[in-house]
């Protein structure tokens, strides 16, 4: 019994070690498997999250390319948006060329309704022509079918006029080519050289003293008797006078040749050989008239108005001899003349004096053609002359073929290349108007503009004038040339007043 307890009991205690091993084990076991799983856990979560790297970096490659093929996939969509619209409005065009079309054969249509309605009637009226032709005689026939033509081909025949009318001016402007050139090959003549100052050639140097004088009282009497400036250079014997007035320098030249001669330069001396040689200046004037009607062969012209047109040799257009324009104006109208069939002599004469009122613009108001007409009037001149000359410058209407002739031959002695220069025009031009200006105020005896218009000299009267006055005339011309006149730099302006005694003793 003892053995059976303490069987019981040692199996009881070997159930009790066995249960407590085991559950040793267990636990043992347990702790091993957790911490198999944590390491497991540990490596999940590694793995997990390099996947997750790798899966973000493939999704990041996936996205970009999604964006790329999705770029792409917008570009071609724009391509063919704009692909689409492109052909829209090609077949929108191709649409409006088939409505074009289609309404143009509707009117090619119309008209060959048109046409065969007309053919239809022209059918029937020729078959009616053709009966009253059965009953009509030749020349009635011949007219009858002329005047259908002209009638049917009105167009026809309007155009060919028209082409043949051009053609017949395009002729008529060469053939009149041909007489101009044909003109002026047989015209050669030379233009005055002279035109704004004139050479004196001296015998010595030592002269030039002698004009000059003491302290320079001869050149300044000199000067301002004639109104020219008298240029003393280095040139040797040679002395220059200077103005813009043609008229005033003939009168110094020679004027300065008398006193040269005669040896005695003074300023008594002086006014007389002035004095002396406008008297010269005036044979000169009508021997010039007298050469060019010579020249012309006009001598049947009144001596009154050759020596009115021998003015004109002192006178510059655009720095053309006037004279010498009016001479050669006068052959190349007459040239023309004799090819066109007209009065020789009355295109001659007109172009010769159609310039004749320049002689007298200075004294009388009015355009020189007014001028001009006024004094060829009064002198007895041939009505046609008159006619011919007056519409040079289409001031009249054009009386004759004489009067086409001259503006003609005036126009292209003027427009010659050589014979004008403008800028010498508008020099002279400005002169005068310095020395109008100072004309203009009352008092004023004599005024002069030297220096190329950079000096105006005023005489004026001593017993109409005093010194406070004189001072002021100087003011008043500086001012009007400020308002009138345009010029480069400044203009001197000086106003001279002197006091001449005279007493004689007997």
Same mark, same amino acid.
């Given at each position: 019994?003892?053995?059976?307890?303490?069987?019981?009991?040692?199996?009881?205690?070997?159930?009790?070690?066995?249960?407590?091993?085991?559950?040793?084990?267990?636990?043992?076991?347990?702790?091993?498997?957790?911490?198999?799983?944590?390491?497991?856990?540990?490596?999940?979560?590694?793995?997990?999250?390099?996947?997750?790297?790798?899966?973000?970096?493939?999704?990041?490659?996936?996205?970009?390319?999604?964006?790329?093929?999705?770029?792409?996939?917008?570009?071609?969509?724009?391509?063919?948006?704009?692909?689409?619209?492109?052909?829209?409005?090609?077949?929108?065009? %191709?649409? $409006?060329?088939?409505?074009?079309?289609?309404?143009?054969?509707?009117?090619?249509?119309?008209?060959?309704?048109?046409?065969? $309605?007309?053919?239809?009637?022209?059918?029937?009226?020729?078959?009616?022509?053709?009966?009253?032709?059965?009953?009509?005689?030749?020349?009635?026939?011949?007219?009858?079918?002329?005047?259908?033509?002209?009638?049917?081909?009105?167009?026809?025949?309007?155009?060919?006029?028209?082409?043949?009318?051009?053609?017949?001016?395009?002729?008529?402007?060469?053939?009149?080519?041909?007489?101009?050139?044909?003109?002026?090959?047989?015209?050669?003549?030379?233009?005055?050289?002279?035109?704004?100052?004139?050479?004196?050639?001296?015998? $010595?140097?030592?002269?030039?003293?002698?004009?000059?004088?003491?302290?320079?009282?001869?050149?300044?009497?000199?000067?301002?008797?004639?109104?020219?400036?008298?240029?003393?250079? %280095?040139?040797?014997?040679?002395?220059?006078?200077?103005?813009?007035?043609?008229?005033?320098?003939?009168?110094?030249?020679?004027?300065?040749?008398?006193?040269?001669?005669?040896?005695?330069?003074?300023?008594?001396?002086?006014?007389?050989?002035?004095?002396?040689?406008?008297?010269?200046?005036?044979?000169?004037?009508?021997?010039?008239?007298?050469?060019?009607?010579?020249?012309?062969?006009?001598?049947?012209?009144?001596?009154?108005?050759?020596?009115?047109?021998?003015?004109?040799?002192?006178?510059?257009?655009?720095?053309?001899?006037?004279?010498?324009?009016?001479?050669?104006?006068?052959?190349?109208?007459?040239?023309?003349?004799?090819?066109?069939?007209?009065?020789?002599?009355?295109?001659?004469?007109?172009?010769?004096?159609?310039?004749?009122?320049?002689?007298?613009?200075?004294?009388?108001?009015?355009?020189?053609?007014?001028?001009?007409?006024?004094?060829?009037?009064?002198?007895?001149?041939?009505?046609?002359?008159?006619?011919?000359?007056?519409?040079?410058?289409?001031?009249?209407?054009?009386?004759?073929?004489?009067?086409?002739?001259?503006?003609?031959?005036?126009?292209?002695?003027?427009?010659?290349?050589?014979?004008?220069?403008?800028?010498?025009?508008?020099?002279?031009?400005?002169?005068?108007?310095?020395?109008?200006?100072?004309?203009?105020?009352?008092?004023?005896?004599?005024?002069?503009?030297?220096?190329?218009?950079?000096?105006?000299?005023?005489?004026?009267?001593?017993?109409?004038?005093?010194?406070?006055?004189?001072?002021?005339?100087?003011?008043?011309?500086?001012?009007?040339?400020?308002?009138?006149?345009?010029?480069?730099?400044?203009?001197?302006?000086?106003?001279?007043?002197?006091?001449?005694?005279?007493?004689?003793?007997?």
């Amino acid at each position: 019994m003892t053995i059976l307890i303490t069987a019981a009991i040692a199996g009881l205690i070997g159930l009790a070690a066995g249960f407590a091993l085991r559950r040793l084990i267990l636990l043992s076991q347990r702790s091993t498997l957790e911490l198999e799983l944590k390491e497991k856990r540990l490596k999940a979560k590694e793995d997990a999250a390099e996947i997750n790297k790798l899966a973000e970096k493939e999704a990041a490659k996936i996205t970009k390319s999604a964006q790329v093929e999705a770029e792409k996939l917008r570009q071609d969509l724009t391509e063919e948006k704009s692909g689409v619209t492109e052909a829209q409005a090609n077949l929108a065009t %191709e649409r $409006n060329r088939l409505e074009e079309e289609k309404k143009e054969l509707k009117e090619k249509e119309q008209g060959l309704k048109e046409t065969k $309605n007309i053919l239809e009637k022209h059918r029937t009226e020729f078959e009616l022509a053709l009966a009253e032709v059965a009953s009509m005689s030749k020349s009635e026939a011949r007219e009858k079918l002329l005047a259908e033509l002209r009638k049917e081909h009105a167009d026809d025949l309007t155009v060919r006029h028209k082409k043949l009318e051009t053609a017949g001016k395009e002729k008529l402007e060469e053939r009149a080519q041909e007489m101009m050139a044909s003109v002026l090959q047989r015209l050669s003549r030379s233009v005055d050289p002279e035109i704004l100052s004139t050479k004196v050639t001296l015998s $010595n140097d030592d002269l030039k003293g002698k004009i000059i004088g003491k302290d320079g009282r001869n050149i300044r009497a000199f000067q301002q008797a004639t109104g020219v400036e008298v240029i003393i250079d %280095e040139t040797p014997e040679t002395v220059t006078i200077s103005s813009y007035d043609p008229i005033r320098r003939a009168i110094a030249k020679h004027a300065l040749d008398l006193l040269l001669e005669d040896g005695r330069v003074q300023p008594a001396r002086i006014e007389q050989f002035v004095a002396d040689a406008k008297e010269k200046v005036n044979r000169i004037t009508k021997e010039r008239g007298e050469a060019a009607a010579q020249e012309l062969g006009l001598l049947s012209l009144d001596s009154r108005i050759i020596a009115i047109l021998g003015r004109l040799h002192f006178r510059t257009s655009y720095g053309q001899n006037v004279l010498e324009h009016s001479i050669e104006a006068a052959h190349i109208a007459q040239m023309l003349a004799h090819e066109l069939g007209a009065d020789a002599e009355i295109a001659k004469a007109g172009a010769l004096v159609h310039d004749i009122g320049k002689a007298a613009d200075h004294e009388l108001s009015g355009s020189h053609v007014d001028i001009g007409i006024h004094i060829l009037t009064k002198f007895g001149a041939n009505e046609k002359i008159i006619t011919a000359m007056k519409s040079h410058h289409d001031d009249c209407p054009h009386g004759s073929l004489e009067a086409v002739i001259v503006q003609i031959a005036d126009g292209v002695s003027g427009a010659r290349p050589g014979a004008r220069k403008q800028s010498i025009e508008s020099y002279v031009s400005r002169l005068r108007e310095l020395e109008k200006i100072a004309s203009e105020i009352k008092g004023v005896v004599n005024s002069y503009a030297i220096e190329a218009g950079r000096e105006v000299r005023v005489f004026v009267n001593s017993s109409q004038v005093n010194e406070s006055q004189a001072y002021q005339i100087a003011r008043t011309i500086a001012t009007q040339i400020e308002n009138r006149v345009s010029y480069p730099g400044e203009v001197k302006v000086h106003v001279i007043r002197e006091t001449r005694l005279t007493h004689y003793a007997r």
